[in-house]
């Protein structure tokens, strides 16, 4: 999902009402960012705290080569990465993922060695159909137990795009908050849904109901589920004590477009790249009671955690607080440290304040470009969004972000 595909972030088609309310209840984040511009090693960052770079989820296999972990690649999350799960574990936390892994689909890897109580989802994204004579499908799990595979027992329609996995991953994250909350028992949920990832999925009742296609269609009921978690939150009357943060795991891949890519708004490029349309995401957090509601976080505005960042949607009730007591919104006029832009093992760019240097640029291959294979699709930039990889390191290519945040004028 794009920084560009929520109404609070300046949609014009307006059908994002759900997070549209948290954000005005909440506080909306202008300037927050991923830690790469790909799913494995964004979402590695996300429960590690550390840049791909330390937690283990780069590539040196090619210069500027993002890495994952696709249904034929062996390795996963290293042993010696401490996840955000382990350590709430250790604060008397029970935690569940719902929806997409990404982190190693060994033995070793599964999310219940790293933290993680209860585990509704996929090792990886709904890639497929594959001939399960060459190639099996991709499985879903309920803990430790396969319960079936994408396609054949969880049905994806390529077609018409229809498939009921979003309200499977809703009702599992509502049954976990209740029983949570009847047991009194504080609780960390990561919904790591899928649906506008490629190929874009919603179930019959979202399908053909929004201006933009199949992918808004994903996107309105993403924002239904989330409207709806919160809510149950409220009534179950424990708003107060949950501490909500929605985002995304990379920009929007314009490679999808544009029938099944998202909007990166002003930025330049999408996902798989270091410019901004690929690391900065939409960001909103929601805490009634802690956060004032109306926020919007200023270039520098940052939310303070001994926890980290959250992921595309996570929860932390019932005594976050007593835990984590010095939780706190501030705001400053730039950012106090500098942004770091990682691609593979190959730090590409970094920001500081403002201002935003280019080491390297890249898009992607003459040879990929050839095939139809466009990370920037009309969105050319002469010498910045280069098909060759140029190097900068004597002579950054500077920007000013707040001038030009689309990264076509360098000074």
Known sequence: MGWGDLGAFGEPSKETPNLDQMAAQGMLFLDFYTASPLCSPSRAALLTGRLPVRNGFYTTNGHARNAYTPQDIVGGIPDSELLLPELLKKAGYTNKIIGKWHLGHQPQFHPL???FDEWFGSPNCHFGPYDSRERP??????????VGRYYE?????????EANLTQLYLQEALDFISKQQASQQPFFLYWAIDATHAPVYASKQFLGTSQRGLYGDA???????VGKMLRHLQQLGISEDTFVFFTSDNGAALISAP?????????????QTTFEGGMREPAIAWWPGHIPAGGVSLPGAALSSPAGTAGTGELLPGGFSSHFPQVQVSVSALPSRPIFYYRGNELMAARAGLYKAHYWTWSNSWEEHSKGIDFCPGQSVAGVTT???EEHTHLPLLFHLGRDP???YPL
Do not use: A
């Open 113 to 115: 060695r790293h933290g």
């Open 137 to 146: 499908n991709i499985p879903l799990y309920r803990d430790w137990d396969m």
């Open 153 to 161: 027992d969880f049905k994806i329609d390529l077609k018409t795009g």
């Open 219 to 225: 996107v309105r009921e993403i924002d239904d589920s």
């Open 259 to 271: 029938k099944q890519g998202g909007s990166n708004g002003p930025f330049l490029c999408g996902k």
């Open 387 to 389: 098909h060759t990889q």
């Open 406 to 408: 689309g990264e076509k």
